[in-house]
């Protein structure tokens, strides 16, 4: 398998595009981020551990609570079918609902799917803003405890509960 790239690429050619911080404050704290950005250039932290390109997030073991922003383009879902196997987490992903992988690895597998109201800002590795995302994004729940957590978030937007609870 090849490497796979850690970090989100947008149409400005700029390769890592960090997590907005109110996200995760809304959130709680993670207890693993495989897809983290390097740690000389991380300002905030997504989770008590991190896995960054070096490591290979995707090959490594995952294990209790997933923060999930994972690379986007050709190898999101596939980051989205580790997420959907290891069960509890949440991801970061544009809400491209019309595409093969959306339709197979969350409303297959998810919990739930919060849609943001509006487009994201994402923040550059200085940790400054950049500009607003080129598409929508939402946040995809595994695991009904993450579902809470979108729940309770105050986050604004919509939340899309796909399963009941067992």
């Known amino acids: ?12 050619n700029h390769d890592e ?3 907005p911080p ?4 809304a959130l709680g704290q993670f207890d693993l981020d495989p897809c983290a950005p390097t740690p000389a250039t991380r300002p905030w932290s997504m989770a008590h551990r991190h896995y960054s390109i070096e490591d290979n997030g995707l ?14 383009g050709r190898e999101t879902f596939t980051w989205l079918n580790r997420l959907a196997e290891h069960g509890d987490g949440i991801a970061l992903i ?6 093969r992988g959306f339709h197979a690895e969350i409303w297959e597998k998810a919990d739930a799917v919060f849609f943001f109201k509006g487009r994201l800002k994402f923040h550059k590795i ?6 607003t995302a080129n598409a929508p994004s939402c946040l995809v729940a595994y695991g009904q405890n993450n579902v809470r957590a979108l729940k309770y978030s105050g986050l604004k937007g919509k939340l899309v509960e796909l399963r009941e609870a067992a």
């Open 17 to 19: 595009w960090l997590t």
């Open 1 to 12: 398998m090849s490497t796979v790239k850690n970090f989100n690429t947008n149409t400005a």
């Open 94 to 99: 544009f809400a491209r609902t019309e595409t």
């Open 126 to 131: 200085s940790g400054e803003q950049g500009g």
């Open 22 to 25: 109110e996200i995760i404050e």
């Open 59 to 72: 090959m490594m073991p995952w294990y209790g609570q997933i923060w999930c922003n994972p690379p986007y």
